[in-house]
Nanobody, 125 residues
Framework: QVQLVESGGDLVHTGGSLRLSCAVYGLSLYYYAVGWFREAPGKGREGVSCISPGHGGILYTDSVKGRFTISRDIAQSIVYLQMNSTKPEDTAVYYC??????????????????WGQGIQVTVSS
């Protein structure tokens, strides 16, 4: 059974840093794409960042480029999202998700198969 569990959400002041973790059970990160998404109140789900299988190509949405960093630990089966220089507009529920098709490259569309439960990140102004 494939399962994703997020952790690390918290309240942080503007400009602060936070690291989200996504523990993946049941699939190897080397073969499957993982994405981070977020959903702010009153807005749709937005793709934030993703990492592809194999050599791990990475994508970011424009609003987080230069501030967020995605990485993975294949041995520990964890995907991280390091959030620096946070802004109030980063406030949202953050989700990680995985594609079950091996070797399919990642993108920021919501076409992922298994999702975590979501975790709250709040950036205070």
């Amino acid at each position: 059974q494939v399962q994703l569990v997020e952790s690390g959400g918290d309240l942080v002041h503007t400009g602060g840093s936070l690291r989200l973790s996504c523990a993946v059970y049941g699939l190897s990160l080397y073969y499957y794409a993982v994405g981070w998404f977020r959903e702010a109140p009153g807005k749709g789900r937005e793709g934030v960042s993703c990492i592809s299988p194999g050599h791990g190509g990475i994508l970011y949405t424009d609003s987080v480029k230069g501030r967020f960093t995605i990485s993975r630990d294949i041995a520990q089966s964890i995907v991280y999202l390091q959030m620096n220089s946070t802004k109030p507009e980063d406030t949202a529920v953050y989700y990680c998700a995985i594609r079950r098709e091996p070797w399919r490259q990642c993108d920021l569309r919501n076409e992922y198969d298994v999702w975590g439960q979501g975790i709250q990140v709040t950036v205070s102004s």
